[in-house]
Structure formats: structure tokens, C-alpha cells
């Protein structure tokens, strides 16, 4: 089969490889819809991924399918609820429908779930599964895992799914349920996570800078949990899609190094343009003051900075933008004390958060129409990351893994 093998440091290769055997307990899924990412990208920048990733291996982790070869497992596996009984104790994002948990995973006594995989299911894979065993599992602190497994190999024609994946992260999809909506999935489920972190409120003032996927996702949440959300970033097309999301203002920072002043002046400015409007509507509460809720999406040390700098005295910072290895930054460590500020940075996501962002996307809050703004064949994916690297416009590609 076809697949993107990624050697190092801006090298990606379109190789014909042999699909592994299945062990006990695992399927393989033929993938119908596979999404690039930023991750995707910083990982093809540097050439690792301490975490996720190491040359040379599989690359893509966004991906939907449908299983077409099943291998059960004999053994019977409970999960223990320890670690759910602890996460349920934390503030947690509501799901949008009345249920909850859907898509738990238990081994039956013929080696088959619950649910009964078979030949033809449609599913979602996340990229990781958490070992269920370690401190940090048990404390309900299941993204932190000390075992996590991780699942690269999304831009190829098929993938094999572990056994721990199959248990705790493969989920059925609905029947009108779309492929390219489903990969959405794993982003999605990290900022449920990062927006529990931040244990959002109806009516907060929500500033998200970075206007990437990950930033638009948190407008569309934020704004679906009750938050007056103002997002700063670049590129007009992904501004746009931010005011579509629900941004009810949207700041364009172009060229200006000066994140703090571009936001405080477009907020001024608001405020002077708009003297009938509510408080809310013109960024009452923003600007000097500072927003209740920062949530820096980008990455980098001049954005983490600029988030203190944003926030009000009381308030939360997200930093949930991962920042290249050893990057080091500089806190005013008398602002932090005397505005009792709360720093806080998000990490990837838990079966929960992953079983809420496909209810989410199953209520139609986030859709792939939203995200995706292009395709390209898989034989094109190795161009289509260099011109990432320079500025590609795309929000998210969908790669057409058979050409």
C-alpha cells in the first residue's frame, strides 16, 4: 500500500510498503478521510516529535475510516473506574446531548467488544490511548500517562489499530456522520480539554490568539459554552471563518510585533465606534482591564509573554500552544503575584474528551466545512508540507489517500 514515511527534518517520502500483520485485538481500518495538522507540520519542521513521533515512521494522525479486517483477542479485559470515578470530581465541559460516554469499550468473553466491531464499521481513531494503570491514569489524569501509546500513519490507503486504541479511542460513527467531520475528532478533543482547564463560564470575556485550526476550534466552543470571544491573528480568510464561528470581534494583528498594543488599540477602537452598543459588544472589561480567559493557540515565547500581559487581574491564561524544545520566556513576576493571576498549559486529550468532541461534531457545533479549504492527492503531500512551511493559506487539506 501507499504511505507517507517521515525520515527527518523536512523529509517526507510517498513509499509502497507492506500493510502489518494484525496481533490479537486489533483492526485495520481503511482510511477515507485523513486531515493535515499543526502538529503535522511542526513535526515535519524538526524532524521529531519527543512524544508522538520518531524517524524513521509512519506520519498523519487525523483519520476516519471504515474497518475491513478484524483480528479479535481471547483474553477478557475490564476496565477499572477508578480514574473515572476520580475525573468526574473536575469541573467538566457538558456534552450536547442528553448522553454521555458514549462509545465505552468493554472485552467481551469471545474476544469481541461490547459493541461487536466488525467488517464495514465506520469509526474515528484518536492517536493515543492511555495505559489505565500508571499513577497519573488512576488520579483521572489520563493525557499525562506514563505508558500513552501513540498512533501515527493517517496520510497512507489503511492503518492497524492497537488493541488499547480499539478498547479505548475507536469510536462508531452515526450513519450521516461524514468522514472528513469525524477527523476532527482528535484537535477537537484537546480544546474540550483545554476549555475544562480553563473551566469557562456563560458571559467571560474570552480572548484566543492564533487564528490556526486549533484557535478557530476554541472560538466555536467558547462561543457555544456562553463566552464573548475575541480572537486576534493573522490571514483574512481564517479571520473570517473566526467571525462566522461566533468571534464577535476579530483583530487583524498583520505585520505588527507588538501583540499587546494591537489588541488593546482594536479594542479602544471599538469601543470609540461603537458608543450605543452593550458592554459585552464593545469590549467592555477587555482592553487595560484585561479579558477573563486568555488562550494562547500559536506557540511561541512572544505570545506566551504577550497572554500575561492580556489578561485581568483574577484571570486564566491557557498556554496551549506547544513551544519549540528548551524555549524559555520572561514573566513580570510582580504581575502574576499582585494580580493573582492563574497559568495554566493544556496537554493533548483523555477518552472523554475524545468522546465529547465527536458528540460535538455530531450535533453539527463543528464541521469539517468549516476547517477544510482544500485537498491534495497523497503523492502530493511531501509539496504540500513545504509550502506549509511558507505560508500555506489552507485552515486544513484533506488527503485523497487513493489516487
Known amino acids: 500500500m501507499k504511505a507517507a514515511i517521515l525520515y527527518g527534518r523536512e523529509q517526507v517520502r510517498i513509499e509502497d510498503i ?29 524532524g521529531y516529535h519527543a512524544k508522538m513521533i520518531v524517524p524513521p515512521a509512519a506520519f498523519g494522525h487525523e483519520l476516519s475510516g471504515v474497518i475491513y479486517e478484524v483480528r479479535p483477542r481471547l483474553e477478557v479485559q475490564r476496565p477499572s473506574s477508578f480514574a473515572k470515578d476520580s475525573e468526574d470530581k473536575q469541573s467538566k465541559v457538558q456534552s450536547p446531548k442528553s448522553e454521555e460516554g458514549r462509545g465505552a469499550r468493554v472485552e467481551g468473553e469471545k474476544g ?21 494503570e500508571c499513577f497519573h491514569c488512576r488520579v483521572g489524569q489520563e493525557n499525562l500517562c506514563e505508558n500513552l501509546l501513540f498512533l501515527n500513519g493517517a496520510y497512507a490507503e489503511t492503518i492497524a489499530v492497537p488493541a488499547r486504541l480499539v478498547q479505548k479511542n475507536m469510536l462508531r460513527l452515526k450513519p450521516q456522520t461524514s468522514f472528513q467531520d469525524a477527523a476532527l475528532v482528535e484537535p477537537l478533543a484537546c480544546v474540550v480539554k483545554g476549555i ?13 490568539i492564533g487564528a490556526g485550526p486549533i484557535g478557530l476550534m476554541f472560538v466555536a466552543l467558547a462561543k457555544q459554552l456562553g463566552g464573548d470571544v475575541t480572537i486576534a491573528g493573522r490571514r483574512a480568510a481564517r479571520l473570517a471563518v473566526a467571525r ?7 483583530i487583524d494583528v498583520g505585520p505588527n510585533t507588538d ?7 482594536a479594542i479602544q477602537q471599538s469601543r470609540d465606534r461603537s458608543p450605543g452598543r452593550s458592554a459585552a459588544e464593545a469590549g467592555e472589561g477587555t482592553s487595560t482591564v484585561g479579558f477573563d480567559v486568555v488562550i494562547e493557540a500559536v506557540g ?18 491557557n ?22 493571576l492563574k497559568l495554566l498549559a493544556s496537554f493533548h486529550h483523555t477518552p472523554r474528551t475524545i468522546r465529547l468532541a465527536l458528540e460535538f461534531i455530531e450535533s453539527g457545533i463543528v464541521r469539517a466545512d468549516d476547517f477544510v479549504s482544500g485537498e491534495a492527492p497523497l503523492s502530493d503531500l511531501p509539496a504540500l508540507f513545504q509550502s506549509m512551511t511558507t ?6 487539506t484533506l488527503i485523497r489517500v487513493r489516487e
Open 196 to 208: 475544562e482547564d480553563v473551566q469557562l463560564r456563560p458571559g467571560q470575556q474570552v480572548l484566543v
Open 300 to 317: 511561541k515565547a512572544e505570545t506566551w509573554e504577550a497572554s500575561v500581559r492580556l489578561v485581568r487581574k483574577g484571570g486564566t491564561v
Open 391 to 396: 505560508g500555506n493559506q489552507a485552515v486544513k
Open 112 to 132: 469481541e467488544t461490547q459493541q461487536g466491531w466488525k467488517i464495514g464499521d465506520r469509526v474515528v481513531v484518536a492517536n493515543s490511548a492511555p495505559c489505565g
Open 18 to 46: 507492506q500493510p502489518p500483520p494484525l496481533r490479537p485485538g486489533e483492526v485495520r481500518v481503511r482510511i477515507e478521510a485523513a486531515l493535515t495538522c499543526g502538529t503535522d507540520l511542526k513535526v515535519f519542521k524538526r
Open 244 to 250: 462566522k464561528l461566533g468571534a464577535s470581534r476579530v
Open 259 to 265: 501583540l499587546v498594543a494591537n489588541v488593546r488599540q
Open 319 to 340: 498556554f496551549f500552544g506547544g513551544c519549540p524544545a528548551n524555549t524559555t520566556i520572561k514573566l513580570n513576576a510582580s504581575l502574576l503575584h499582585y494580580s493573582n
